[in-house]
């Protein structure tokens, strides 16, 4: 009976075209960008589904009750076409368009961008997104029905490369282009972890082979904390571990032994201290794995 009660986010995307006025229509995805990857044009449109209904709310720190999203109506929503200066595009038609997001969170997001900026150094030009508010209806499932959910796809660079969370899309990849994908999306991932505490990798589930989801469902207005009893932290840290600091582990999202025990490595040579718990540890972890992920550490 679940499915009832599931948001379709397919069908029913915040994304709204604004041809008006006189911007420029999107340009194709980056063939330069694609092919150096080593993945076809052809592919560039498959994979048109933004997050599904049971991520924002999903089975994450089981046990403890997560406060549940309030539904809201599109247009209680302010809108917005860029962020942080970035014009948004919608990934689905690659047109610059403009989405519905409430206001608290759309600040989180910019001070996230720009602090993603800042450790990276990357020249960012748009923000490519499946969409922020769906709606929930009568029954209100995820933080997208808030609009407190964003799904981000790729960013992309001054010089038309991709920053590309379009997993789906690299993971075949080889040699130095999977190499530069897979560092550069955990460089991503480490970022967006720091701020909001409810991210989504691939490495959660299928849905979220083709973007990152963040919602500040459980963070709220602050900075995000760690708990081991996250599973979607977890494998985040188990994913930073292994692609950016070469001490590859079982991404089993349990806060096993080989991954207290990388992490603890990795922690030691930060000198940011050694629990993640401690909240500017775990920002100093992430800090220094973005850095690194942008080849700055
Ligand atoms: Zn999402």
């Known amino acids: 009976m ?49 997050c599904a209904a049971d991520d924002a709310t999903g089975p994450d720190l089981p046990g403890l009750r997560r406060a549940q999203p309030t539904c809201v109506r599109r247009s209680s929503l302010p809108r917005y076409d860029r962020l942080a200066d970035l014009p948004l595009v919608y990934e689905v038609n690659r047109r610059r368009s403009e989405f519905s997001v409430d206001g608290g969170f759309a600040g989180q997001l910019e001070a996230w961008l720009t602090d993603l900026r800042e450790l990276t150094g990357w020249p960012l030009r748009q923000l490519w997104t499946y969409g922020t508010w769906t709606d929930g209806g009568t029954a209100c499932s ?22 590309s969370c379009r997993y789906d899309l690299w993971r075949d990849a080889s040699g130095r282009g999977l190499t530069w994908a897979r560092r550069t999306y955990w460089a991503v991932a480490a970022s967006a972890h720091q701020h909001f505490a409810y991210v989504l990798t691939y490495l959660y589930d299928a849905q979220h082979h083709n973007h990152i989801h963040l919602d500040n469902g459980r963070s709220g207005a ?9 599973p979607a932290q977890v494998q985040a840290v188990q994913g930073v571990l292994t692609h950016l600091w070469d001490r590859p582990v079982e991404v089993t999202g349990r806060w096993d032994a080989p991954t207290r025990e990388a ?12 629990d993640l718990t401690d909240q500017a540890t775990w920002a100093g972890f992430l800090t220094a794995s973005t850095r690194r992920g942008a080849d700055r550490d």
């Open 263 to 274: 992490t603890r490595t990795v922690l030691s040579g930060l000198e940011v201290g050694d």
């Open 222 to 230: 602050g900075r995000s904390t760690f708990s081991s009893r996250s």
């Open 142 to 163: 995820s933080w997208h029905d808030a609009g407190r959910a964003f799904d981000l796809a790729r960013l992309r660079l001054e010089d038309g490369t991709d920053v």
């Open 2 to 50: 679940g499915a009832v009660s599931q948001p379709t986010y397919c069908g029913e995307v915040s994304g709204h075209d604004d041809a008006a006025g006189d911007r420029p229509a999107a340009r194709p995805l980056s063939r330069r960008g694609l092919l150096g990857l080593g993945v076809g044009l052809a592919a560039a449109g498959t994979g048109l589904a933004g």
